[in-house]
């Protein structure tokens, strides 16, 4: 799902999901969007870029290894550093 900000041409903003942005593109063309606030059939995306919603169940990312400079970091236990 992608959550696009719309602009009608009254200049109102709204967010509204599509599937991706290929439905975005069918509905543009089909002229079914409009906006929730004045009914204007005259809209396209605003200019802010695209959140891509996370799906449901996937795992989160591991945290990054701690890493440490040659020379040591200072703050981990690791031993041998140079
Ligand atoms: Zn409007």
Known sequence: MILYSLQCAKGHVFDEWFANSAEY????AAGTLTCPECGGGDV???IMAP???KSAGEPAPAPAAPTC???GC????FAGHD
């Open 25 to 28: 593109d069918s509905r543009s």
């Open 44 to 46: 396209s995306k605003a």
């Open 51 to 53: 959140r891509v919603a």
């Open 69 to 71: 400079m040659p020379g």
């Open 74 to 77: 200072g703050a981990c236990s």
